[in-house]
């Protein structure tokens, strides 16, 4: 197919939150326990118990900000099992899912040490369901009272970190359609209003609360706890909601027609911005309301990772999932100004995951390639384009956008065919070009292949440079293109 890419270089459409491009780690299967967390005293090369190929290759993507502890996870979590000495194992969310205990070798000290070390903001799934308001507060006063101040500041003090943690995001609940607590809306906004007034009642601080939303297309979730969060007084920063792309064929063995059948799910994300955005724009409120979309991705059958199945919902993942977060992610871009977070699910071993990792072994995935590909959009302001003859199949579509910052225009394409190169006019407007511009672009001649253990770079980048206006995206691929511009 023959495409002509403008880039409308003065009509920039928003800033792009850094926080667009976050990540998502819960108790859950392989995310935490033979994925970031290796242990202190394993044989595998850890800085201070965190898996170190792990830490290294994750910084090399910006990860802005992490969501912790849940999922589902967080609202059977109690904070107090996860700091100090002695800590109990338990039976978690999960438990009745896969038999895994939690050991909780793993909590606050740990989750804000990580963040520190990838150099990402935290992102607090609070428990709304088996916690009450008061332990929740505690948490936060735990976390956040200064050196000396509270008795639970010298307790974190006692458990060896003096200074207050930052906590730069919180979640109010999770998921509390279903696993958190299977409450109506009017219920749950209620509950908001009561955790959301404990927390600013202790902090001044004003950390951005985000209310829970809604599951996918649930728009009536969004209306009704719109409607009583506009009759209060209480503060929100964000609305989340969960859209998962979920079970179009298996994860590796994909027909021609799943291809594109995961595709178009994935592509129902720009309604889901459009209309669950409506809803709080509608009551005047969309500065209060913008959207943190915190859990999304492919879900496919269990059982295709490394582990073969012991991980729960760890799969495998190949340039079909590298496309839909290429698509999701220019999604994201064209709507900046609407998102204010949102957090690909999971980091590791799990659904959509960046990278699988395994005793000594820890490889990344195409997913990874993506956001490597797509970070320097983080902070960027998001400038229009248009592509030519852009209607119709999937099978004759590019998914677009582009951003500047800094005189560096960063262009990203994801060509949806599975059978047509697009070769492609790339015009910019109102800018001018200063040399060459750079191409990176990541391809398979098999969508189905994957890195696995023994071949961890089957599915890799390469990037040269452009000699004139003219690209070929390849079928099924993701390409990003660095112009500078003066
Ligand atoms: O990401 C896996 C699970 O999916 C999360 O725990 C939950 O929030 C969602 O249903």
């Known amino acids: 197919m023959n495409k002509k890419i403008t880039i409308v270089y003065p009509d920039v459409a928003g800033f792009i939150a850094p926080e667009i491009y976050g990540h998502f780690s819960e108790h859950i299967g392989g995310v935490i326990y033979d994925g970031i967390w290796v242990g202190k005293d394993s044989d595998i090369p850890n800085i201070n118990g965190f898996r170190l190929d792990l830490v290294e290759k994750f910084k090399k993507i910006n990860p802005p900000v992490l969501r912790w502890p849940g999922g589902c996870f967080a609202e059977t979590y109690n904070w107090r099992d996860g700091i100090g000495k002695n800590r109990p194992v338990r039976?978690?969310?999960?438990?009745?899912?896969?038999?895994?205990?939690?050991?909780?070798?793993?909590?606050?000290?740990?989750?804000?040490?990580?963040?520190?070390?990838?150099?990402?903001?935290?992102?607090?799934?609070?428990?709304?369901t088996s916690i009450t308001p008061m332990q929740a507060r505690d948490w936060i006063d735990y976390c956040i009272s200064p050196r000396g101040s509270t008795t639970l500041a010298l307790e974190r003090e006692?458990?060896?970190?003096?200074?207050?943690?930052?906590?730069?995001?919180?979640?109010?609940?999770?998921?509390?359609?279903?696993?958190?607590?299977?409450?109506?809306?009017?219920?749950?906004?209620?509950?908001y209003r009561q955790f959301a007034s404990l927390i600013d009642n202790l902090t001044n601080l004003k950390i951005p609360l985000i209310i829970g939303g809604a599951n996918g297309e649930d728009y009536n979730w969004t209306r009704k706890i719109t409607e009583v969060i506009s009759a209060s007084e209480k503060r929100v920063s964000g609305m989340s909601f969960h859209y998962y792309s979920s079970k179009v064929g298996d994860a590796v063995n994909f027909t021609d027609d799943e291809w594109y059948g995961m595709i178009k799910k994935a592509s129902k994300m720009e309604q889901l911005i459009e209309r669950h955005y409506a809803v709080p724009l509608n009551y005047g409120i969309d500065d209060k309301m913008k959207l943190v979309i915190d859990e999304w991705g492919c879900w496919h059958p269990d059982g295709s990772g490394p582990s073969q199945g012991y991980n729960l919902f760890e799969q495998q993942s190949t340039m079909r999932d590298a496309v839909v977060a290429a698509l999701t992610l220019n999604i994201f871009n064209n709507n900046a100004s609407k998102i204010l977070m949102a957090n690909v699910a999971q980091l590791c071993n799990n659904l959509h995951a960046l990278f699988l990792s395994g005793g000594h072994n820890c490889i990344v995935t195409p997913t990874y390639h993506v956001f490597d590909m797509y970070k320097a959009h983080q902070g960027a302001e998001c400038v229009r384009t248009l592509v030519s003859d852009n209607c119709g199949e999937l099978s004759?579509?590019?998914?677009?956008?582009?951003?500047?910052?800094?005189?560096?225009?960063?262009?990203?394409?994801?060509?949806?065919?599975l059978t047509e190169d697009a070769v492609c006019d790339i015009e910019l407007l109102g800018a001018t070009r200063c040399g060459k511009a750079s191409v990176t672009t990541l391809c398979s001649r098999?969508?189905?292949?994957?890195?696995?253990?023994?071949?961890?770079?089957?599915?890799?980048?390469?990037?040269?440079?452009?000699?004139?206006?003219?690209?070929?995206?390849?079928?099924?691929?993701?390409i990003s293109l660095s112009i500078k511009v003066r």
Not at 396 to 417: G, H, P, R, W, Y
Not at 448 to 473: C, G, M, Q, W, Y
């Open 396 to 417: 004759q579509k590019l998914s677009v956008s582009a951003s500047k910052k800094d005189e560096v225009i960063t262009l990203t394409v994801a060509n949806l065919s």
């Open 446 to 478: 098999d969508v189905r292949a994957h890195n696995t253990f023994k071949e961890p770079n089957k599915i890799a980048t390469v990037t040269h440079e452009l000699e004139d206006n003219s690209l070929t995206i390849p079928r099924a691929s993701v």
């Open 91 to 128: 039976p978690q969310w999960w438990t009745r899912f896969d038999g895994r205990y939690e050991s909780n070798e793993f909590g606050t000290h740990e989750f804000f040490e990580f963040c520190e070390l990838i150099g990402a903001k935290t992102y607090l799934a609070l428990n709304v």
């Open 158 to 191: 006692a458990n060896g970190h003096p200074e207050p943690f930052k906590i730069d995001f919180i979640g109010v609940g999770n998921e509390n359609w279903g696993g958190g607590g299977n409450m109506t809306p009017e219920y749950y906004a209620l509950i």
